[in-house]
């Protein structure tokens, strides 16, 4: 079998189950040619059991007009808003709204590990912890 001819890629964040053919989906499906229902309710299926959480989606673009997606784990600033359970601070340099132990850093660390570019726990939770700092978050 023949593979198909990859014409793009889509990467979207888009909330989980909550997917609609309104802005961002719709238009940036719509400029390929893609059927954004499709989309929208294989992607809601895919995502409804976490409800709530920004989920990216990858979507590869054929040229036949056909499409296939990966769904990605939630950027690490949501994991850290949801460990922290607020918003982070608007002014982060002279703000400190939170802090999170080494522990729960590691944590968000290895949930995160498959869509960061190392494979180790320590490196990936410097990620972390920097993430966190820009976030008005202080870490151990």
């Known amino acids: 079998m ?8 889509i990467k979207l964040n888009i909330p ?9 989906v719709g238009p940036a499906l719509g400029q390929h040619g893609l059927p954004i229902m499709e989309f929208v309710k294989a992607f809601n299926d895919k995502t409804a059991d976490q409800k709530g959480t920004i ?10 007009r056909t499409f296939s997606f990966i769904i990605k784990k939630p950027p690490v600033a949501e994991m850290i808003k949801k460990a922290i359970g607020r918003a982070g601070s608007g ?18 660390a290895k949930a995160k590990m498959e869509d960061l570019n190392t494979d180790d726990v320590e490196m990936a939770s410097r990620i972390v912890a920097g993430t966190a700092r820009s976030m008005g978050v202080s870490t151990e």
């Not at 023949?2 to 890629?9: D, L, S, V, Y």
């Not at 989980?16 to 961002?24: E, I, K």
């Not at 002014?91 to 968000?108: G, M, W």
Request: proline residues 11%; aromatic residues 4%; glycine residues 2%.
């Open 2 to 9: 023949a593979t198909k001819k990859i014409k793009t890629f």
């Open 16 to 24: 989980a189950g909550a997917a609609t053919p309104a802005p961002p």
């Open 55 to 64: 989920i990216p989606a990858v979507i590869t673009v054929f040229e036949d």
């Open 91 to 108: 002014n982060p340099r002279k703000e400190i709204v939170a802090s999170l132990s080494k522990s729960k850093v590691e944590e968000i």
